[in-house]
């Protein structure tokens, strides 16, 4: 009786979270296909978003609603204008582009608005590492900046260098950039819904969705079948990025954004007991270090200062962007790393 009992919850279960993703699915549908998507193909890194989109985007699973507007170029940023003091250019993904908060609340903007430099955010959701490169490849010689962030996040940066290349994307149609974001939001985030965990936990099914920010977390790594090359692609490209960088004669630095996983120790003792892993939520941060040591490259890890003002309250859950406070932190880390290597100074 039990046994019948347990797979006709399971299969409710299993129903269930069809619909659940099948709801989401049209919510995210509906975001991008609002009579035109607010994102077009574009041949050099993929993707971008509809020049002069400005559209206020709904509250999702835990963020705040919030405005976009964007430029000619398809950021969300001011329109280009001569360059008139240094310039500190941007590139990431959603964490930099600041979904769920404001443009004013964005750690750039924070930068910008607590400096005399001009900051031009070039972040891109579900953007990996080689698509920021080419970004700085495409827009460095016209922008000429002094400095160039490369903003690394361990959401699905690690992921998204072993399993997602420029090469995956080759096609125009708009249904293709919608795939693309949606298997994208799917990986990272359906494993982070309690019930689930439990579902995926007693079907078998755990260790192949555990999201992509806990997989790094493993503490003997391994956490995805792709993590090698991941790991070795990672720093090809990163080097990559300092060669750029040195070329256009900008300093280039890394910055890194850990998930609340990292940050919030209750987040990963949830994980812990619920996949029954043994996790070690300082091996991303050892994992750059050691990269950004052999590269001799710029280094910014906002761990410990996020770890140091939680509140719950640096991260949306289940998304793990960052709240406004979460920017707050990340902005004030940045300029006092630039500060006091004194890249900034004039």
Not at 33 to 59: G, L, R, W
Not at 207 to 231: C, H, Q, T
Not at 328 to 342: A, S
């Amino acid at each position: 009786m039990n046994v019948w009992f347990e797979r006709i919850v399971m299969v409710c279960l299993a129903l269930f979270f069809c619909f659940l993703f099948l709801e989401i699915g049209l919510n995210v549908s509906n975001l991008l296909n609002q009579e035109e998507s607010i994102f077009e193909f574009d041949e050099v890194h993929c993707y971008n978003y509809v020049p002069h989109t400005v559209k206020s985007m709904p509250a999702f699973l835990g963020e705040s609603k919030y405005l976009i507007e964007i430029n000619s170029l398809g950021f969300r940023e001011e329109e280009p204008v001569p360059k008139y003091s240094k310039r500190i250019m941007v590139v990431g993904d959603s964490i930099t582009f600041g979904v769920g908060v404001e443009k004013e609340e964005t750690f750039s903007q924070q930068i910008e608005n607590l400096t005399e430099f001009e900051v031009l955010n070039f972040g891109i959701p579900s953007f990996g590492t080689e698509f920021e490169v080419a970004l700085v490849k495409e827009f460095g010689e016209e922008l000429r900046p002094d400095i160039v962030l490369l903003v690394f996040t361990n959401i699905n940066d690690f992921y998204d260098n072993g399993t997602k290349t420029l090469d995956s994307c080759v096609d125009s149609n708009t249904s293709s950039v919608f795939r693309f974001l949606f298997v994208d939001f799917v990986k990272t985030n359906i494993g982070k819904i309690p019930l689930l965990k439990k579902f995926l936990v007693q079907s078998g099914f755990a260790r192949n969705y555990l999201p992509n920010d806990v997989m790094m977390l493993k503490i003997d790594g391994g956490g995805f079948p792709e993590e090698a090359w991941s790991l070795k692609n990672t720093e090809n490209l990163l080097k990559e990025f300092k060669q750029v960088s040195d070329n256009l004669g900008a300093v280039p630095i890394l910055v890194y954004v850990p998930s609340a996983a990292q940050v919030n120790e209750n987040v990963l003792d949830l994980f812990s007991k619920t996949y029954q892993e043994d996790f070690n939520n300082n091996r991303p941060n050892i994992i750059l270090k050691a990269m950004v040591e052999r590269l001799g490259l710029n280094f910014v890890d906002t761990t410990v200062a996020l770890r140091t003002a939680d509140d719950y309250d640096m991260y949306f859950y289940p998304t793990g962007h960052l709240t406004v406070k979460g920017n707050k932190v990340v902005g004030k880390t940045i300029i006092d790393y630039v500060n006091e290597v004194g890249v900034l100074k004039k």
